[in-house]
């Protein structure tokens, strides 16, 4: 006889507590300021934090984070960066939409191959933000600009399962109840 979940299901997740998620937001924007700095200002090769994090929780807890959110982070970003108004801020919230629009979908692949799936999105977010940098008349930048989306896909797995470790804790830890 089978039980309630059979060998190889997914864990049940505990909610995500409110204040963790805006933590882990608030982290990956100050990530991205430190990447900034230490790396001498924007480089085409390095990786959104942010935008990581923010695709990670539009999908688990769309219902808390949504384009209102990645819209606000976005305009902090372009002030960090003093790039053109609005450039991270369109990036984040269109994918951020795209994600929502997708979570379902994305939620029935194991990690890995959420990361493939949100590859193409990633490559999009890129792409737009690349186009408005064009559109105002700014350089076009060094062929590396492949690497950043790449490098977000293999990032994924990682913030995964550090964004999800306080949801797979036990409640009450017990030797009788595994969930």
């Not at 299901?9 to 608030?26: D, E, N, Y």
């Not at 994305?106 to 990690?111: D, P, R």
């Not at 995964?160 to 030797?175: E, I, K, N, V």
Request: charged share 10%.
């Amino acid at each position: 006889m089978r039980g309630i979940m059979p060998r190889g299901t997914r864990q049940l997740l505990l909610p995500a507590s409110p204040g963790f998620i805006w933590l882990s937001i608030f982290i990956a924007f100050i990530c991205n300021i430190f990447a900034n700095f230490y790396l001498g200002g924007w480089v085409s090769w390095a990786p959104d934090f942010l935008l990581i994090v923010l695709v990670f929780w539009n999908i688990h807890q769309p219902q808390r984070i949504g384009m209102g959110v990645a819209f606000g982070f976005g305009l902090a970003m372009d002030v960090h960066q003093t790039t053109i108004l609005g450039q991270h801020a369109l990036c984040y919230a269109l994918l951020s939409f795209i994600a929502i629009t997708l979570h379902r979908r994305v939620l029935w692949f194991k990690t890995i191959t959420q990361a493939v799936q949100l590859l193409p999105l990633f490559i999009a977010a890129h792409l737009l933000e690349l186009f408005v940098r064009l559109m105002f008349g700014h350089a076009w930048p060094s062929w590396e600009l492949i690497f950043a989306p790449l490098l977000e896909a293999l990032l994924w797995p990682i913030a995964a399962a550090l964004l999800l470790m306080p949801q797979r804790r036990s409640p009450d830890p017990d030797a009788n109840r595994p969930l």
